[in-house]
């Protein structure tokens, strides 16, 4: 099947149906049809859509190459005409608020320190989702049918669904009687629009009523107020499992399904909040200190972005679960036993090599590469996290913090480097102090005093329908162990020459010097650097001008032959360890008026 993409090409998938509603509820509403599909064009892609004569074709993409992709109706109600587009595109919802609610006596929070690996099986649980009366006015108009209303309910589900198998090889089925839990009056519905609290208790009440409460697993409630609120580890647990609301004033399109219903879901399944910031709506008590590893507001699932006023990094959320919201679901789903099991077929990748423990200088940028293999052949994905807890504090603190995290999540890549910080943030010159309003800038600030830094590799199969997801540790079901990096000595490692504004003839020798900051001695021990040249800007290092020399503070080169640019930078990394430095700002090679010399 062909989808079209945002750049107006189309991309080939394998699709198959794949139902997130129970046979009993599809037999009665037979026209509601899901699918699932991985591409053919980008291996790495997966594709859930939906379809039905009430509200069309609604699809999602999850692809390290593209990013995250919609396709929805151009319009609510216009079926003829439809888009694709980024979902960082899309328009955020304000004033979002989220608390979770610890107030499940029987869960037992057990110290997850064994890295966990979820794909081989995929555990399906039954859904009770309920809504407001107001919540169906909102999707379907002013005389809603139970229908309509749950043709968009079974939208949001679907894209929840195609997160939730992709990242723990979880399924949510809409139970055979859902349509019992639609309301289409708000003044005769059993719940509290506007009050989250109110609907917890309700929403339990309710769906035991009405459904039975041996006959789901989890249940949720839409509305159009009171924010999210939710249980934590409650999936599964009798007298509980429906403690869970979602509530915005327009309930439809990706922040809702995946900011929101993804993120408050994420609390039944045992997922705390992983932001570290107090700013906005990220204060009031909602920091968990005990999972803060992101920087700031945090941008993956279980963090609050766009929402915490100066300390947000990225105004929406990106489709992954931090590792430890990986460790805390993973660890409720295999101790807990109403999940429906059936094996994918599946093979985990094999996490099979990763970087020994280094010290660095402080304020210099590192690159962390590991390496993975799949016994399926399926496209493997990388993602490097920081695993420090510190205090609360802005985005940047941990800078000259000995604890708090500097780097945020970054979604995952087709190789399995990732550059600290991010080759972005070096190339605009804020590797230390990027500014507070520089958009797409914050979230990553290399430390300014001696101190040891914690990185988790994690590795994802992207199979469709079932994903298999391991991460290093120091237990579990793969043999490595995170990476410690420490920083020392008072001065960074730095290029100082090129370092912006030169003009040097291609095939002149030139002088490239460097302060080594007492990196030729221990704790380094660097005793040789590589040199390299790029001609795009920074972005890239092909041509080696030396391979190795001492690591002494300066050597004299020949600039190698390239077409005349603007755009060069030196690169100079140490041999042996983890660290570089490059150009502040571009350069010039010319050609020599006879040619290359």
């Given at each position: 099947?062909?989808?079209?993409?945002?750049?107006?090409?189309?991309?080939?998938?394998?699709?198959?149906?794949?139902?997130?509603?129970?046979?009993?509820?599809?037999a009665k509403y037979p026209d509601m049809r899901q699918f699932l599909g991985q591409g053919i064009?980008?291996?790495?892609?997966?594709?859930?859509?939906?379809?039905n004569p009430f509200t069309g074709f609604h699809g999602q993409i999850l692809s390290a190459k593209t990013g995250r992709i919609m396709i929805d109706p151009y319009a609510n109600g216009d079926l003829g005409f439809y888009m694709s587009y980024y979902s960082k595109d899309a328009t955020s919802p304000d004033g979002f608020v989220c608390i979770n609610e610890n107030d499940n006596p029987?869960?037992?929070?057990?110290?997850?320190?064994?890295?966990?690996?979820?794909?081989?099986?995929?555990?399906?649980?039954?859904l009770a989702l309920a809504c407001t009366g107001e919540y169906a006015h909102a999707v379907d108009g002013a005389n809603p049918t139970v229908a309509g209303v749950l043709a968009a309910m079974n939208t949001a589900v679907n894209r929840v669904t195609g997160v939730y198998e992709n990242e723990l090889s979880v399924r949510m089925?809409?139970?055979?009687?859902n349509n019992l839990l639609v309301y289409l009056d708000g003044n005769t519905d059993p719940y509290t629009n506007n009050s989250g609290?109110?609907?917890?208790?309700?929403n339990q009440t309710n769906v035991d009523n009405v459904i039975g409460s041996a006959n789901y697993d989890i249940g949720h409630v839409f509305s159009t107020g009171g924010g999210g609120v939710a249980s934590l580890g409650v999936v599964c647990v009798n007298g509980f499992k429906a403690r869970g609301v979602t509530g915005l004033p327009n309930p439809v399109g990706d922040p809702f399904y995946i900011d929101y219903v993804a993120h408050e879901m994420g609390h039944q399944y045992s997922g705390n909040h992983t932001f570290n910031s107090q700013s906005g709506s990220c204060g009031g008590g909602n920091r968990n200190g005990s999972t803060a590893y992101e920087v700031g507001s945090g941008n993956t699932i279980m963090a609050y972005a766009g929402i915490c006023g100066s300390d947000d990094i990225q105004p929406h959320s990106d489709p992954v679960f931090q590792a430890i919201s990986f460790d805390e679901i993973s660890n409720h789903v295999t101790s807990t036993s109403c999940a429906v099991i059936t094996s994918t077929g599946n093979t985990l990748p094999i996490i099979n090599s990763m970087p020994?423990?280094?010290?660095i200088p402080i304020g210099?940028?590192?690159?962390?590469?590991?390496?993975?293999?799949?016994?399926?052949g399926d496209a493997l994905t990388y993602s490097w996290e920081e695993m420090d807890l510190g205090p609360a504090g802005a985005w940047n603190n941990g800078a000259n913090s000995t604890t708090a995290p500097l780097f945020k999540p970054r979604l995952p890549k087709t190789t399995g480097s990732r550059t600290f910080p991010d080759i972005s943030v070096i190339l605009a010159g804020y590797p230390t102090n990027p500014p507070a309003t520089t958009n797409g800038l914050k979230g990553e600030t290399l430390p300014q005093v001696a101190r040891q830094?914690?990185?988790?590799?994690?590795?994802?199969?992207n199979r469709a329908g079932g994903g298999g997801v391991v991460s290093s540790g120091t237990l579990g079901c793969q043999n490595s162990n995170d990476v410690i990096i420490t920083t020392a000595g008072s001065t960074p490692f730095a290029l100082t020459t090129p370092n912006g504004g030169e003009s040097y003839p291609a095939g002149s020798s030139q002088t490239i010097t460097w302060n080594k900051a007492g990196t030729d001695a221990a704790p380094f021990n660097v005793a040789n650097v590589k040199i390299s040249l790029s001609t795009d800007g920074g972005l890239t290092y092909p041509t080696v001008v030396i391979a190795s020399t001492p690591n002494d503070g300066s050597e004299v080169v020949t600039i190698p032959s390239v077409p005349a640019t603007t755009t060069a930078r030196i690169k100079i990394e140490a041999i042996g360890n983890y660290f570089f430095d490059i150009s502040d700002a571009n350069f010039s090679i010319t050609i020599p008026p006879n040619g290359f010399s």
């Open positions: 099947m062909e989808i079209p993409m945002p750049n107006g090409k189309m991309a080939k998938f394998k699709v198959w149906e794949s139902n997130i509603m129970s046979p009993g509820l599809a064009d980008d291996p790495y892609a997966t594709i859930r859509f939906d379809y029987v869960q037992n929070r057990q110290n997850l320190t064994t890295a966990s690996c979820l794909g081989t099986d995929l555990r399906t649980y039954r089925e809409l139970i055979p009687n609290f109110a609907m917890l208790s309700q020994s423990n280094k010290t210099t940028p590192f690159t962390l590469t590991g390496t993975a293999t799949d016994a399926n830094m914690k990185f988790r590799l994690t590795v994802r199969d």
